[in-house]
């Protein structure tokens, strides 16, 4: 309660304000009450440093994330508003051929984390494929999944690797997902091409609407600060970006965010 209407009172102050008020904290307060907060595990320097570090360093440091912080980034809403902005659930045997044509079935989903998109998307009936750097989320997502029965045609192949260099042939997936994940990555253009190198239809992407910060409580190294630069990052002729405002949810991210429905055909 406390966190939500301290983010409604931010946003209710000019932009401008907002950001003259954390250039004050990043100077006096930031580094340190974020090392008080987190302790060792957690490396608070490193947007100094994640554009040198070596794939196994990286590998290391979001294992350790998810061994110590309980990191969800979407919730039962985000999942219906992506799976609409997928078309919808895929409904077998019922579309023409015309329909079937544009029908997304097969999702590739980017930076899974403990895979509640995932699930959502399977249990939706989407042949879903995951991909994530990390093979402690990889680990608590395929538990997770078997928990909750997913065999069969709804079962989830799970992927351990990078988005800059996803292991699929070209356009081995009708949709693309990447949801609170491309702010994470190493190189923006880089993981942008291989997105749209292996979706044969549409790329759906949420991400943070936020200012750069040195420091703060997250491993984020991509920023957008407006719908254009995130579309803009794409390029695709078609395409919508949509704000949200995640003020008062219950998941781990509360704050605007940005959607983006990219159509590659």
């Given at each position: 309660?406390?966190?939500?209407?301290?983010?409604?009172?931010?946003?209710?102050l000019?932009?401008s304000?907002?950001?003259?008020?954390?250039?004050?904290?990043?100077?006096?307060?930031?580094?340190r009450?974020?090392?008080?907060?987190?302790?060792?595990?957690?490396?608070?320097?490193?947007?100094?440093?994640f554009?040198?570090?070596?794939?196994?360093?990286?590998?290391?440091?979001?294992?350790?994330v998810?061994?110590?912080?309980?990191n969800?980034?979407?919730?039962?809403?985000?999942?219906?508003?992506?799976i609409?902005?997928?078309?919808?659930?895929?409904h077998?045997g019922?579309?023409?051929?015309?329909?079937?044509?544009?029908?997304?079935?097969?999702?590739l989903?980017?930076g899974?984390?403990?895979?509640?998109?995932?699930?959502?998307?399977?249990?939706?009936?989407?042949?879903?494929t995951?991909?994530d750097?990390?093979?402690?989320?990889?680990?608590?997502?395929a538990?997770?999944?078997?928990?909750?029965?997913?065999?069969?045609?709804?079962?989830?192949?799970?992927?351990q690797?990078?988005?800059?260099?996803?292991?699929?042939?070209?356009?081995?997936f009708?949709?693309?997902?990447?949801?609170?994940?491309?702010?994470h990555?190493?190189?923006?253009?880089?993981?942008?091409?291989?997105?749209?190198?292996?979706?044969?239809?549409?790329?759906?992407?949420?991400?943070?609407r936020?200012?750069?910060?040195?420091?703060?409580?997250?491993?984020?190294?991509?920023?957008?600060?407006?719908?254009e630069?995130l579309?803009?990052?794409?390029?695709?002729?078609?395409?919508?970006?949509?704000?949200?405002?995640?003020?008062?949810?219950?998941?781990?991210f509360?704050?605007?965010?940005?959607?983006y429905?990219?159509?590659?055909?």
């Amino acid at each position: 309660m406390l966190r939500a209407a301290y983010i409604r009172f931010k946003q209710l102050l000019p932009r401008s304000l907002r950001n003259a008020l954390s250039g004050i904290n990043q100077r006096l307060f930031a580094r340190r009450t974020i090392e008080r907060k987190y302790g060792a595990w957690f490396d608070v320097d490193w947007r100094k440093k994640f554009r040198t570090m070596p794939d196994a360093d990286w590998i290391a440091a979001y294992d350790a994330v998810w061994q110590n912080h309980h990191n969800n980034c979407t919730d039962e809403t985000d999942a219906a508003m992506i799976i609409a902005a997928l078309g919808g659930a895929p409904h077998q045997g019922l579309e023409t051929n015309t329909e079937r044509k544009h029908h997304v079935q097969s999702v590739l989903e980017v930076g899974c984390g403990a895979g509640s998109l995932a699930i959502a998307m399977a249990e939706a009936g989407f042949r879903v494929t995951c991909v994530d750097v990390s093979s402690e989320a990889l680990r608590k997502a395929a538990e997770r999944a078997q928990t909750l029965g997913l065999q069969g045609e709804r079962e989830i192949t799970w992927q351990q690797g990078f988005a800059e260099a996803l292991p699929f042939a070209d356009k081995s997936f009708d949709a693309i997902t990447c949801c609170h994940t491309l702010e994470h990555v190493r190189d923006l253009e880089t993981t942008v091409r291989e997105l749209k190198r292996v979706a044969r239809k549409r790329i759906v992407v949420v991400v943070p609407r936020q200012e750069y910060r040195l420091y703060a409580e997250n491993y984020h190294t991509q920023f957008f600060s407006t719908p254009e630069q995130l579309s803009s990052a794409f390029g695709l002729p078609r395409s919508e970006t949509r704000e949200l405002n995640y003020v008062g949810r219950d998941n781990e991210f509360q704050d605007e965010a940005l959607l983006y429905i990219g159509f590659v055909e």
